[in-house]
């Protein structure tokens, strides 16, 4: 069993940034593919970026990239999401999850763990 804690969503301007951190518990946890997905109200949860077990191939959402990057610490448990130029459209709730394997995925249907998310508002 793996459990995800995710933290430092807030309320943030326009133009702004935050650092997304996700907690994994387990011993495993450098073996694993890693995503982050947020939800926006009345709308589908979606991709917004991944990285591999290793941590050397990452992936991001068109509506992100060049503007949020995905790391991880395998010494610490930990995944971060840095996200620049923050949009009001990017505003949701942020998943962290945990990959079925060690590449990183952009489908739902390969994540097999799931944080309660963060939230992230940004004000115009």
């Known amino acids: 069993q793996v459990q995800l804690l995710e933290s430092g969503g807030g309320l943030v301007q326009a133009g702004g940034s935050l650092r997304l951190s996700c907690a994994a518990s387990g011993r495993t946890f450098s073996m694993y593919g890693m995503g982050w997905f947020r939800q926006a109200p009345g709308q589908e949860r979606e991709f917004v970026a991944t990285i591999s077990a290793g941590g050397a191939a990452t992936h991001y959402a068109d509506s992100v990239q060049g503007r949020f990057t995905i790391s991880r610490d395998n010494a610490k448990n930990l995944v971060y999401l840095q996200m620049n130029s923050l949009k009001p459209a990017d505003t949701a709730l942020y998943f962290c999850?945990?990959?079925?394997?060690?590449?990183?995925?952009?489908?739902?249907?390969?994540?097999?763990?799931w944080g309660q998310g963060t939230q992230v508002t940004v004000s115009s």
């Open positions: 999850a945990k990959c079925r394997g060690g590449a990183g995925m952009a489908s739902e249907d390969d994540y097999d763990y």
